[in-house]
């Protein structure tokens, strides 16, 4: 895919987003909305994965530790052909595949790990890391974290992990957007420049910003290219809360949150070139 026809799918996912969490009445928008871009090029141009056989053994991993913005995943999932689109309406429901964090008691196809409580995510894909190198499997592992979850201890452990066995099969997609669910990031527990933070921890660290494509596919490029030098790589991407509708962008009361139906209806008018008239869902 082109850069435009890229640009395009990720908003197309992001107009899916906010069908969800609108029709649900619940859910966690704004990062699912910063985090588009980044997804959108790591499934369509990077990730080695077979929708029509999630379980191959040698396919890549994606673990999303960020748990809550799971809509963003569940669309990208749909849109590879993972599952129906229509399982996307059924989002948050009681008994339903698709629930407020990913599990996988729910055997979703394509998501490797239960995830939400912050800060276990990169843990997991660390472990999934070394068992695809002790199996000399040519896999490598993606791991979305958040700047927030950066404030608990564990990621920093997993990072030391990382670095210390070498592991150039893992690379970390940091969200940082500078906001949470209480305010900004600054304001609850300033985590200051998580880029040289995580360079000091031994990691190849790209700091981009999160909506640059070219940006993206470079750093992206780069980790496929760092196979065999020992080194874990980080793209700590500055990404912008609620991306691509105006009156959720950068502000932190959209961590969480349901639109209204006019919301959604300017949000989707907003983010597609040829939006459906009177046709939200």
């Known amino acids: 895919m082109e850069i435009s026809e890229l640009k395009q799918k990720a908003n197309e996912l992001r107009a899916d987003v906010l069908r969800m969490v609108t029709k649900a009445n619940s859910g966690h928008p704004g990062g699912a909305l910063g985090m588009a871009d980044l997804l959108t090029v790591l499934y369509w141009k990077y990730l080695r994965h077979d929708p029509s056989c999630p379980d191959w053994e040698d396919r890549d991993r994606f673990v999303l530790s960020n748990g809550h913005t799971c809509p963003i995943l569940y669309s990208v999932l749909a849109g590879r052909g993972y599952f129906p689109r229509d399982e996307l309406w059924s989002f948050r429901k009681l008994g339903a595949m698709l629930q407020g964090h990913p599990s996988t008691a729910w055997k979703i196809p394509g998501v490797e790990a239960s995830s939400g409580s912050l800060g276990n995510g990169l843990s997991v894909a660390l472990g999934m890391a070394f ?13 979305f974290i958040s700047d927030a979850e950066c404030q608990e201890g564990q990621p920093w452990e997993a990072m030391t992990a990382a670095a210390h066995h070498k592991a150039d099969n893992l690379c970390v997609l940091l969200d940082w957007n500078g906001c949470q669910i209480d305010g900004r990031t600054a304001d609850v527990t300033d985590v200051r420049s998580l880029a040289e933070k995580i360079r000091a921890f ?45 009156f959720m962008e950068d502000d932190p009361k959209w961590h969480h949150g349901a639109l209204s139906e006019e919301q959604l209806e300017q949000a989707l008018n907003e983010l597609l070139t040829q939006p459906t008239p009177g046709a939200l869902f």
């Open 202 to 246: 031994g990691w190849n660290v790209h700091e981009i910003d999160g909506h640059d494509y070219d940006a993206i596919m470079a750093a992206f490029t780069s980790f496929l290219a760092s196979r065999g030098s020992g080194v874990p790589t980080a793209i700590a991407a500055h990404t912008t809360l609620g991306k691509g509708v105006s």
């Open 131 to 143: 068992g695809a190198k002790l199996a000399s499997r040519d896999a490598r592992v993606y791991c």
